[in-house]
């Protein structure tokens, strides 16, 4: 911080900042101005580093666009800094995430609720719409063959989880029926964008004074695809049943929100992307969720994970499954 002019003196005010499950962050002052620091977990992944730099690069180029984020500061892929692992500092968001608490403002008002999901989409549907190669994120995925892609590549993750001899395999779900179904309908055609990939009332920042999103968090995930998975993944989680609170919490819990059907209505009017096929992306997105915190459970019986937090998300597992084939009947 000292060669990058950030301040003097000690950093006073250190403090965790809670909520995420893995990666590490640490919220501090220097010299009156306030840092967030983020770096992978204590004991670091073999991609960890990578995904941080992946972070801080999305985050610069946002920079340049109107999608709503914590800024970056600074960003150090020096792994000798911090005993092995990159990290970067941005700015603190002024704001709350709807899945722990509602401010006595949002409890109180329906209406406002109401708005905050649309704040929600609207924030989804401008970063849909951005140009990740005017921004400089030619280089973060590759669009060609996504969706062709997604459907073998979650397979073949789900398999992966034989390698724990505890876990007797899946239990999820008409796994092979789903797959076979979203093989058959899937779009012909679609449209590369920046896709958070983890987008739900949980992974962003509300203000504490309107409905407004503040700021889109946790880009762990992100890469170049198709945005409209992203709407899709927020329709796969949105008042599923039995869901843990990861998903939108207290928002969920206090009830008066927009339905689906009211949420692809608003993407529509944001975007110019065509939501005819919305149905498919989130049948997508129950399948991919689900086979991802089915690893969550394999790892848990395994012994790598807490036991409460793998049957917990196993049961999610099964309601994500569940909401698909629903979706696949035209329900």
Same mark, same amino acid.
């Given at each position: 911080m000292d $060669?990058?002019?950030?301040?003097?003196?000690? /950093?006073?005010? *250190? @403090?965790?900042?809670?909520?995420?499950?893995q990666n590490v962050m640490v919220r501090f002052e220097r010299e009156g101005r306030g840092y967030i620091l983020r770096? =992978?977990?204590?004991?670091?992944r073999p991609r960890s580093n990578d995904v941080i730099r992946r @972070?801080?690069?999305? /985050? #610069?180029?946002?920079?340049?666009?109107?999608?709503?984020?914590? =800024? &970056?500061?600074?960003?150090? +892929?020096?792994?000798s800094v911090l005993g092995g692992a990159v990290f970067y500092l941005m700015e603190p968001v002024a704001g709350f995430n709807a899945g722990v608490e509602l401010p006595d403002l949002h409890a109180s008002d329906a209406a406002i609720r109401r708005q905050m999901c649309f704040s929600l989409i609207d924030a989804q549907a401008r970063l849909g719409a951005v140009d990740h190669i005017a921004v400089g994120l030619g280089d973060l995925g590759k669009p060609d063959g996504f969706l062709e892609r997604q459907v073998p590549r979650w397979l073949a993750e789900l398999d992966s989880y034989s390698a724990f001899t505890e876990y007797p395999g899946p239990a999820i779900g008409p796994v092979a029926e789903v797959a076979r179904w979203l093989d058959e309908h899937r779009p012909t055609s679609s449209s590369p964008g920046v896709l958070h990939g983890d987008f739900h009332a949980s992974n962003v920042m509300f203000s504490r004074t309107g409905p407004d999103? *503040?700021?889109?968090?946790? %880009?762990?995930?992100?890469?170049? =695809?198709?945005?409209? /998975? #992203?709407?899709? %993944? &927020?329709?796969? $989680? %949105?008042? /599923?049943?039995g869901a843990p609170n990861e998903f939108a919490g207290e928002l969920t819990k206090m009830g008066g929100l927009p339905t689906a059907r009211e949420l692809v209505a608003r993407y529509g009017e944001q975007s110019d992307r065509d939501v005819a096929a919305i149905d498919w992306y989130t049948v997508l997105a129950c399948f991919k969720l689900g086979i991802v915190l089915e690893g969550t459970y394999a790892r848990a019986l395994?012994?790598?994970?807490?036991?409460? &937090? +793998? @049957?917990?998300?196993?049961? $999610?597992?099964?309601?994500?499954?569940?909401?698909?084939?629903? &979706?696949?009947? =035209? @329900?």
């Open positions: $060669t990058q002019g950030l301040g003097s003196g000690p /950093l006073v005010s *250190v @403090e965790p900042v809670t909520g995420g499950t770096r =992978g977990p204590r004991h670091l @972070e801080f690069t999305i /985050l #610069d180029a946002l920079a340049k666009t109107d999608v709503p984020h914590a =800024g &970056l500061i600074a960003a150090c +892929g020096d792994k999103v *503040v700021a889109v968090v946790d %880009w762990e995930m992100c890469t170049i =695809g198709d945005p409209l /998975l #992203d709407l899709g %993944w &927020l329709l796969a $989680t %949105w008042q /599923l049943p395994a012994g790598k994970a807490p036991m409460s &937090l +793998g @049957e917990r998300l196993h049961m $999610t597992t099964l309601r994500l499954f569940e909401r698909a084939q629903s &979706l696949m009947s =035209g @329900e």
